[in-house]
């Protein structure tokens, strides 16, 4: 494949002072608007989520009367979104098209699909988390802010979308490295510039919001602990595993991509609505981002149980991303790794019961091994353990995991692996 050009034509023509003061001035203020509008979103989606388990739990009636309207909104939502092609899913294939691509996308459509379908994906249960739309909702409304100035200046919108990450994990040096990871072929030191400060002003934005609105601690609450070397066996039975699932979940996910926006989904999406919003009720912890999963120990459930808890979810997370709804599978991945690193407790615990101590951290090397194996952004994904964990403890056993995975990636090739990108390469080298 030929290298890839990222710099248009558009943009390639020679700034003037007055475009590099308007830039000066559109960079931050973008990063207060991408900061204020990713907070929004996620209060109001940590809203409805507290609104439907409430309707769930209250009473059997409230339970009746909240599926008929599930099913009523859902098989509305999957019209709607089915008329109205190409706003489905977190977003992100959108703007990798834009990015890498003369692809151009209506950042106002996609801003308000993508809320609003989340919202209802929320509500209904459906094994999705806010994280990667707030990626999508960045760039949209960094595209806003170039449409309403009459500019064509892609940096600032690959900017918006790190900084709706930053925003979203409250963690600005994750939000840069994320930057960094997803647009190598872009670097020079305007693009990483533009990047510092709009990433900046979104994180103190969000900062400073929901410290008025309300605590979102992410991780803080864990329990981690040094893992003494002579159990660091441990960690390499999480870099296998995460190798694993990781590679698998990007074979499935590209095969399962097929789904989205088909007649099977239109009509499915309704049906999976009331299952998850049923299954809520009853069995909670298949469903949702995984919050729960990652929060509580589920040890006391034996480990044929968590080990079927892990193989629903990972099929909910691949049904769940093609519905014609819209969220995120980064929480959900982080759960995912959670589930594993409880597996590894449990499978050890048989010869050496005091692994239990260990749990909370092995749980969370597993969560970003998961994430950074599936994503594909390992050094992110260590930073961003460190940023939403508050503890240095976690940085040697989560360091020395995500580098075996590495050496597994470069060394290993499975016969089913199959990469997917989210670039596809035609006949001509071009990039769509």
Known sequence: MNNINLVSSLEKKRMTKKDKAITCIQVPLTGIAVGIMVTIFIYIASKVIKLS????????????????????????????NHKVKGYIGNGIDILTQYYYGNNDFNPY?????????SFIAFFFGFTLGTEAPAVTIGASVAKIGNKGLRKYDRDIIMAGGSSGFASAFIAPVSGFLHLLEEHKQRINKWFLLKGFVMIAFAYLTTFIIQSFIWERGMFYSMNIVNVP??????????AIFSFGIGEFYEYMHSKASRLRGSMIMLYVTPILAL???????????VTGN????????????????IFVIMIVRFTFMLISENANISGGSVLPLLALGALMGDLIVRIVEKRDPTIVEYEETIKVVGMFCCLGCAANIPITSYVLALETTHSYQILLPLGVALIFIEIFKKLINLPFIHKYRYRIELENNDII
């Not at 409230?62 to 859902?74: D, H, K, P, R």
């Not at 459509?109 to 379908?117: D, H, S």
């Not at 070397?229 to 999480?238: E, L, P």
Request: net charge positive; proline share 1%; charged share 15%.
């Open 53 to 80: 388990n409430y309707l769930i739990d209250y009473s059997n009636l409230s339970l009746i009367i909240s599926a008929i309207f599930v099913v009523v909104l859902g098989a509305s939502a999957t019209i709607i």
């Open 109 to 117: 459509r996609l801003l308000i699909f993508t809320m609003v379908n």
């Open 229 to 238: 070397a002579r159990r660091f066996y441990t960690v390499i039975y999480i």
């Open 275 to 285: 299952g998850f919003y049923l299954l809520k009720r009853f069995y909670p912890l």
């Open 290 to 305: 995984g919050d729960a999963l990652i929060e509580t120990s589920i040890l006391d459930k034996g480990l044929l149980v």
